[in-house]
């Protein structure tokens, strides 16, 4: 007995001599993470890939509960369905994504002054709870439009002789009237300087069947290369596209999928990454709130996806080649594309 007592004791000197001198590593703590979309998720990839990073912060942090809130398209109605959302919720961290969300927390923020807020795609600065990640739309703008430039001045059947690309958008709003479209625009006039870009504003990011109205008025005048940026009202420019035969170029996701040999180019936003890190970096204590952050192409959050089959299959290698050259460029500062205050 007195043995096995002495021998405990041991045991206990050792274990406390090893928990002083080993830091274990902290276990991962269970979190509440508040989703709030703006908008509705379904066919906004932003949105679905927000969701998701989450999703694997909960897979890393068992215990860990989400709640998403999808606040719908009258945009009328967000900042009061963000305080609403806020009041119920007793969240570690409400992460949202949208560049119209920053002014919108500082509103519902002053109501809970312990609420912690994360916002992708936006900015803003000196809120001491609220951190942003914007993404630089120049650059992504810039490859994207420097590809639709290329494509539209080919001999590939359904491009014609008119230096005229299209985009149809949702809505205008300062990123995209200062750094989507001026990015696009640039990209479009390194290939020639004649370029024009034809800008039609769907007024919402789900009709369909407007968008497509849109794009078919627009192929008439002569537009060969498309970026729609109009939420699931993209399925309609698709459509249109197809039946014409002439070509999309994407923003965002991997879209390549929903129309091989229509869609020839995607650049991507790594948004399930960057919520996930955030989120991470959030829970250890490291995220810099009251910080306003750009990630572009040398960060590894805008990227072009130059792999997929149907890219490698259609768009010929004298145009990959360039389009490899120009993503090097930006890379390497050779190319600099600046984000300006938006
Ligand atoms: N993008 C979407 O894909 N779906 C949406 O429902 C959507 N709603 C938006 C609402 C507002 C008020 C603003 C300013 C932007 C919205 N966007 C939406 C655009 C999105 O933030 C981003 O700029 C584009 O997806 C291009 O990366």
């Not at 994207?144 to 430039?149: E, Q, R």
């Not at 369909?208 to 399925?235: H, N």
């Not at 990959?320 to 594309?337: E, F, T």
Request: net charge neutral; charged share 20%; with cysteine.
């Amino acid at each position: 007995m007195k043995k096995n007592k002495s021998l405990l004791l041991a045991l206990a000197v050792l274990a406390a001599q090893f928990a002083m001198t080993t830091p274990l590593a902290a276990a991962p703590k269970p979190l509440k993470i508040g989703v709030f979309i703006p908008g509705v998720s379904e066919g906004s990839p932003n949105y679905e890939n927000l969701i998701k990073g989450a999703q694997r912060v909960a897979k890393d942090n068992p215990g860990t509960d989400i709640k998403v809130f999808e606040a719908g398209y009258n945009q009328a109605e967000w900042q009061e369905k963000l305080t609403s959302f806020v009041a119920t919720g007793n969240y570690d961290y409400v992460i949202t994504s949208n560049p119209s969300l920053p002014d919108l927390i500082n509103v519902t923020g002053k109501l809970f002054p312990k609420q912690k807020f994360i916002c992708l795609d936006g900015s803003f600065a000196g809120n001491p709870n609220l951190y942003t990640v914007l993404y630089n739309q120049i650059e992504q703008g810039y490859i994207t439009g420097y590809l639709a430039g290329m494509l539209s001045t080919s001999k590939m059947p359904g491009t014609n002789a008119d230096k005229k690309v299209g985009m149809i958008i949702g809505q205008h709003y300062p990123a995209m009237d200062k750094l989507i479209i001026p990015g696009f625009e640039k990209g479009l006039k390194a290939v020639d300087p004649a370029f024009q870009v034809d800008v039609r504003v769907l007024g919402n990011w789900f009709d369909a069947t407007k968008a497509a109205e849109l794009a078919r008025s627009m192929i008439e005048a002569g537009v060969d290369v498309i970026l729609p940026i109009c939420g699931s009202g993209s399925q309609g420019v698709i459509k249109a596209a197809q039946e014409a035969g002439i070509y999309l170029v994407f923003f965002d996701n991997d879209e390549y999928a929903r129309a091989p040999g229509t869609i020839l180019g995607c650049t991507i936003l790594k948004q399930e990454e960057l919520a996930y890190n955030c989120l991470k970096q959030a829970a250890q204590g490291t995220l810099p709130f009251g910080k306003a952050d750009v990630v572009g192409i040398k960060e590894g959050y805008v990227e072009f996806l130059d792999t997929n089959p149907n890219y490698l299959a259609k768009v010929p290698v004298a145009i990959r080649n360039k389009l490899a050259a120009a993503i090097r460029d930006i890379k390497s500062g050779k190319i600099v594309l600046p984000v300006p205050q938006i």
